[in-house]
């Protein structure tokens, strides 16, 4: 078994609440942007994910995995090429593991390159062009580049709901 692995549609529910923190933590710490994914939001994500347009993965997969992933696919309207955008990247912080009973594993350079070669291959492999995600934390920003992703700006500005 590799160091990351597709979760099946089917074990979703038993992970939810992971997933979920995974992609409540991975979005920008803007009050604005976090007020976006509401729990209408959260619940069509949870249905995407388990009709399969959507995917999470886990990494390792262990009963309590180190990383957490989900990814979507991106439609460019203009060029009609394809992204696999990771959507969520989240790492399931030391205090989930319990002292003395679990042992957060410690992930390799070898580990890293693994998964990151998964994700290279599922990418290419359903036809994407490219892998897009979009941070604000510096250490994902540091592993993107060390990947060879190339940086790009993107600026919002919160015009708020009326």
């Not at 992204?83 to 390799?108: K, N």
């Not at 350079?109 to 492999?125: M, N, W």
Request: charged share 20%; with cysteine.
């Amino acid at each position: 078994m590799g160091v990351l692995v597709k979760l099946s549609p089917e074990k979703v529910g038993l992970h939810w609440p992971l997933i979920k923190t995974a992609i409540l933590s991975s979005l920008p710490d803007a009050d604005s942007e976090k007020l976006l994914v509401s729990d209408a939001n959260l619940n069509a994500i949870h249905a995407r994910i388990l009709k399969g347009d959507m995917a999470v993965w886990f990494g390792p997969p262990t009963a309590i995995p180190l990383y957490v992933f989900v990814t979507s696919i991106l439609r460019n309207a203009e060029t009609k090429d394809y992204s696999l955008c990771i959507y969520a990247f989240f790492r399931v912080p030391d205090s989930v593991f319990v002292e003395g009973l679990i042992q957060p594993p410690e992930p390799t350079t070898e580990d890293r390159d693994e998964a990151a070669s998964i994700l290279f291959d599922y990418a290419k492999s359903i036809g994407c062009a490219r892998i897009w995600l979009q941070t604000e934390n510096v250490r994902v920003r540091q592993l993107c580049l060390k990947y060879g992703f190339k940086e790009q700006f993107c600026f919002t500005l919160p015009i708020g709901k009326e």
